[in-house]
T-cell receptor, first 116, second 112 residues
């Protein structure tokens, strides 16, 4: 089974702190994604990565950055946490898939971040 | 650009009754469509996906979905609800660059 793990289930930080959220997958997937989930808004893509050291902005990248130094690890960084970044953060990974086939994204359990 | 609309943010059904969750999509290319389920305090788990091989797709836990191109819909159904089906359900459409666009989600509660 594919396993995607996230470093913390719950995290409480103060405004202005630098926050690191870590995600690790064990299936040698090329693609990795960071989403935030808010009630009534579904999941919104923050950043994604197709390969090591590559990153692409998603729909809501402002206030976030990412790092992918190794294929299995994708980190989300909040440079200076703010209260509006209180949310559930979900990491996912997927393979490139064969041409014409769909690829499934596999999700971690999520990190519920509270910024005070 | 691809997008998804889920009709109804909350659905309540009796145990044993039909579950119907509605999803309409917008896509400029043949869509790849997914339904995910999220149980309380957990990540998302794939229920089923549309791969263009068949319009009726069967998934896990007795769920199925039918792709209707003429209606741009991909509704999720289960003939008989179980208490364990209480969760939040997300419809998603995949773009050509492997990104998923999710609907806002539908929370299902099951009454005994």
């Amino acid at each position: 089974d594919v396993k995607v793990t996230q470093s913390s289930r719950y995290l409480v930080k103060r405004t202005g702190e630098k926050v690191f959220l870590e995600c690790v997958q064990d299936m040698d997937h090329e693609n990795m994604f960071w989403y935030r989930q808010d009630p009534g808004l579904g999941l919104r893509l923050i950043y994604f990565s197709y390969d090591v050291k590559m990153k692409e902005k998603g729909d809501i990248p402002e206030g976030y950055s990412v790092s992918r130094e190794k294929k299995e690890r994708f980190s989300l960084i909040l440079e200076s946490a703010s209260t509006n970044q209180t949310s559930m953060y979900l990491c996912a990974s997927s393979s490139l898939g064969e041409a014409g086939e769909t690829d499934t994204q596999y999700f971690g359990p999520g990190t519920r971040l509270t910024v005070l | 650009a691809q997008s998804v609309t889920q009709l109804g943010s909350h659905v309540s059904v009796s145990e044993g009754a039909l579950v119907l969750l509605r999803c309409n999509y917008s896509s400029s290319v043949p869509p790849y469509l997914f339904w995910y389920v999220q149980y309380p305090n957990q990540g998302l788990q794939l229920l089923l996906k549309y791969t263009s091989a068949a319009t009726l797709v069967k998934g896990i836990n007795g769920f199925e979905a039918e792709f209707k191109k003429s209606e741009t819909s991909f509704h999720l159904t289960k003939p008989s609800a179980h208490m364990s089906d209480a969760a939040e359900y997300f419809c998603a459409v995949r773009s050509n660059d492997y990104k998923l666009s999710f609907g806002a989600g539908t929370t299902v509660t099951v009454r005994a």
